[in-house]
């Protein structure tokens, strides 16, 4: 992202955002309601052309990329999924693997790993109608992993949730952040917003935080969690202590 900006009417939504991600890296976007996160996310996703500024991907711009090329390369989780049709679960974890020419049998693997990853595999033969909103959050979370989940040749992986924790139990979340870093150890690059600081605490690699659309910090949980800038951008007093297990940041208000 390079000087990234979007403009609704005489209002900046987002302005000035820069950031490079590295291979493999997981970045946390975080910030109040109404920094900018869910624009600077269609943006990403190509749902939004920006107003200023450019995103490159794989030494492309995005605009650039024939659709068909970067589903094999880039998948995108947004907030919720207008999904209405009984699709048994493992139908719809195979969706995923549309893009790509591998096979049923190749595509039935990946399917059972990704399921198994965000505890889904006993639900496989249910109908995703049925299911919980969690339920349905974590399908759609092995959905987007199983899009990116094999290495292909034509250039590095993308993943992008938008707040993919926000329907989820305690259990969960975890389960879900979980698979998001091991997807990170496979040289996948994961931008993910959330509200919960003390996951990005946990389990980002850095992160970045907006306030009124603009960039405030960018870097290592330690450098941007800091009780005078949450003061700062979120109007809450909080301590931010040493977790006692993970050495991360570990905020409390």
């Known amino acids: ?103 049923s049998e190749v595509d039935r ?14 639900l496989q033969h249910r109908a995703y109608t049925e299911l919980s909103g969690g339920e349905k959050q974590r399908v759609q979370l092995a959905r987007v992993l199983a899009q990116v989940w094999q290495p292909v040749q034509a250039g590095k992986r993308l993943l992008l949730l938008d707040e993919p924790t926000s329907s989820l139990d305690l259990s969960h979340q975890l389960t879900l952040m979980h698979a998001v870093q091991q997807i990170c150890q496979s040289q996948v690059t994961s931008l993910v917003i959330v509200h919960d600081l003390n996951l990005a605490a946990r389990f980002a690699d850095r992160i970045l935080m907006l306030h009124n659309g603009k960039p405030v910090a960018l ?28 050495g991360c940041p570990l905020v409390v208000s």
């Open 1 to 103: 992202m390079h000087q990234l900006s979007y403009r609704a009417g005489d209002r900046w939504l987002v302005d000035g955002v820069e950031l490079t991600a590295s291979v493999g890296e997981c970045i946390a976007i975080v910030g109040p309601n109404g920094a900018g996160k869910s624009t600077l996310f269609k943006m990403l996703s190509g749902e939004w052309l920006p107003s200023s500024g450019q995103i490159n991907f794989n030494q492309k711009r995005l605009a650039e990329w024939p659709a068909e090329q970067l589903a094999t390369l880039r998948a995108v989780l947004p907030q919720s999924s207008g999904l209405q049709f009984p699709f048994k679960v493992q139908e719809v974890v195979l969706m995923g693997r549309m893009p790509h020419a591998t096979g």
């Open 109 to 122: 693997q990946i399917a059972c790993e990704v399921m198994s990853l965000c505890d889904v595999l006993s």
């Open 219 to 246: 870097g290592r949980p330690q450098q941007v969690l800091t009780a005078d800038l949450l003061e700062c951008v979120f109007n809450v007093k909080t301590q931010v202590i040493e977790h006692p297990v993970y």
